[in-house]
């Protein structure tokens, strides 16, 4: 089934299901660069249904690996379309769909980041390429910038995201490769995007782990819609074709 049909499957059962009688909870896995705006998505499809939203963050490996486990996820927003896609070969999730598109940027509190900074810059943190989609980027930008090898700067890794801009945001380090969500908040400070071409797409994916809970197939198909795409958008992300 094509990812296109998938979606008007989701967004069908999503408007077959006002009944307040159907009201239920999803427990949504959300990865951690993703978390705040999850919040605000939440807050607004709570607002339009009946249904309830509870919400874990966590680096997008790590809670693949909790979904595999048997944690009791009903949806999963990743960042990246590789686990997702595992998770529906594994016959684990169905549905799978691109909800957001990232950037990644050099960032710092206090000082003024560029394309030079990141040539020149010894100390940066990321989140661990091993577990974050946005440190996978970041080690792809840096080999761009041919900063690998003896060039490459001292990395500080965070277990995701969200940990890499906190190592930045107390001072620790003056320079991250983040998210550009980082700027949406209130966490102030400057921030160069890395162009485009410097890094592979960063295509952040959701998947339904459980198509018997009502409000998880209505938050996915909420999530396709105008009015989130809208939502993302102010969070520093794209989003795809609707």
């Given at each position: 089934?094509?990812?296109?049909?998938?979606?008007?499957?989701?967004?069908?059962?999503?408007?077959?299901?006002?009944?307040?009688?159907?009201?239920?909870?999803?427990?949504?896995?959300?990865?951690?660069?993703?978390?705040?705006?999850?919040?605000?998505?939440?807050?607004?499809f709570e607002a339009?249904?009946?249904?309830e939203v509870r919400?874990?963050?966590?680096?997008?490996?790590?809670?693949?690996?909790?979904?595999?486990?048997?944690?009791?996820?009903?949806?999963?927003?990743?960042?990246?379309?590789?686990?997702?896609?595992?998770?529906?070969?594994?016959?684990?999730?169905?549905?799978?769909?691109?909800?957001?598109?990232?950037?990644?940027?050099?960032?710092?509190?206090?000082?003024?980041?560029?394309?030079?900074?990141?040539?020149?810059?010894?100390?940066?943190?990321?989140?661990?390429?091993?577990?974050?989609?946005?440190?996978?980027?970041?080690?792809?930008?840096?080999?761009?910038?041919?900063?690998?090898?003896?060039?490459?700067?001292?990395?500080?890794?965070?277990?995701?995201?969200g940990q890499a801009?906190?190592?930045?945001?107390?001072?620790?380090?003056?320079?991250?490769?983040?998210?550009?969500?980082?700027?949406?908040?209130?966490?102030?400070?400057?921030?160069?995007?890395?162009?485009?071409?410097?890094?592979?797409?960063?295509?952040?994916?959701?998947?339904?782990?459980?198509?018997?809970?009502?409000?998880?197939?209505?938050?996915?198909?909420?999530?396709?819609?105008?009015?989130?795409?809208?939502?993302?958008?102010?969070?520093?992300?794209?989003?795809?074709?609707?």
């Open positions: 089934m094509s990812r296109t049909w998938r979606m008007r499957v989701i967004v069908a059962l999503g408007m077959a299901l006002p009944c307040p009688a159907l009201a239920d909870t999803a427990l949504v896995a959300v990865a951690t660069n993703f978390a705040v705006i999850a919040e605000k998505l939440t807050q607004a339009a249904s009946e249904h919400l874990v963050s966590g680096s997008t490996g790590k809670l693949y690996t909790q979904i595999v486990r048997g944690a009791p996820f009903d949806v999963f927003l990743a960042a990246d379309q590789a686990r997702p896609a595992r998770l529906i070969d594994e016959g684990k999730a169905s549905a799978q769909m691109t909800y957001a598109v990232g950037r990644l940027v050099l960032w710092s509190k206090n000082s003024t980041p560029s394309e030079a900074v990141l040539q020149d810059v010894e100390r940066l943190a990321i989140a661990n390429p091993a577990l974050a989609p946005y440190g996978v980027a970041a080690m792809e930008a840096l080999a761009h910038y041919g900063r690998e090898g003896e060039d490459a700067p001292a990395l500080v890794m965070g277990e995701n995201a801009v906190a190592m930045v945001a107390t001072g620790n380090v003056a320079f991250g490769l983040v998210p550009l969500s980082v700027m949406a908040g209130d966490m102030g400070g400057t921030a160069w995007t890395v162009p485009k071409e410097a890094h592979g797409a960063i295509r952040q994916d959701a998947v339904l782990l459980d198509d018997e809970n009502v409000a998880a197939v209505a938050f996915l198909a909420f999530l396709g819609s105008e009015a989130a795409g809208e939502i993302i958008e102010t969070g520093g992300y794209e989003v795809s074709e609707r």
